[in-house]
């Protein structure tokens, strides 16, 4: 099945500094790659997501790339604010019998200090 | 209501009893997924339901967890004899399983607590 590897477990930066977030998976046939954010006791939301058909996606202060033939995917959040402090977790869909299944990695919290 | 109800919210239970979680998806996904949360760490896979095909139930810890679904609604996780391991927050998701947009919306989850 497919196994989603997420680096790092822990970020820490300072209030204006870019945080890179980095995901690896195994299964060719993903073609869905989305990213999660959860905040302290709440649940996880959607926050961008990227298809196989595209290399890359932005959207204001977040992006997103991904790099098909080294099976790695990347969040990248420019100017972070102590807003997004929270966990982040990507994820990839599944194909065969399991088509569709997301698949997490295992979250990365990200401390952005005033 | 438009998102992802689970019940009940929290759950306080004596160690060895049964426990059932209830999860009502979004009207019309026809996937829907159970994830256990446990304090700080990351979402893990229990069970995944996709329309009528039989559920990929790969990510149960053992037999003491089960799950059901009916059609493409309601679904129910039930823990049997609960230990204090299983004290975490059980998160269920639902997305359309189309060919790609498979965005999984969650709900907000049933804190489990065995004492």
């Known amino acids: 099945g497919e196994n989603v590897e997420q680096h790092p477990s822990t970020l820490s930066v300072q209030e204006g500094d870019s945080a890179v977030i980095k995901c690896t998976y195994s299964?060719?046939?993903?073609?869905?790659f989305p990213w999660y954010k959860q905040e302290l006791g709440k649940r996880p939301q959607l926050i961008i997501d990227?298809?196989?058909?595209?290399g890359g996606k932005k959207d204001q202060r977040i992006a997103v790339t991904l790099n098909k033939t080294a099976k790695h995917f990347s969040l990248h959040i420019t100017e972070t604010q102590p807003e997004d402090s929270a966990v982040y977790f990507c994820?990839?869909?599944?194909?065969?019998?399991?088509?569709?299944?997301?698949?997490f990695g295992q979250g990365t919290i990200l401390t952005v200090h005033p | 209501g438009a998102g992802v109800s689970q019940s009940p919210s929290n759950k306080v239970t004596e160690k060895g009893k049964d426990v059932e979680l209830r999860c009502d998806p979004i009207?019309?996904?026809?996937?829907l997924y159970w994830y256990r949360q446990r304090l700080g760490q990351g979402l893990e896979f229990l069970i995944y339901?996709?329309?009528?095909?039989?559920?990929?139930k790969s990510g149960l810890p053992s037999d003491r967890f089960s799950a059901e679904r009916t059609g493409e609604s309601v679904s129910t996780l039930t823990i049997q004899r609960t230990q204090q391991e299983d004290s975490a927050v059980y998160l269920c998701?639902?997305?359309?399983?189309?060919?790609?947009?498979?965005?999984?919306?969650f709900g907000q989850g049933t804190r489990l607590t065995v004492v």
């Open positions: 998701a639902s997305s359309l399983r189309q060919t790609i947009d498979t965005e999984a919306f």
């Open positions: 299964d060719s046939a993903s073609n869905y």
């Open positions: 990227i298809r196989s058909n595209v």
């Open positions: 994820a990839a869909n599944a194909g065969g019998t399991s088509y569709g299944k997301l698949t």
């Open positions: 009207s019309g996904h026809t996937a």
């Open positions: 339901f996709q329309g009528n095909s039989a559920p990929d």
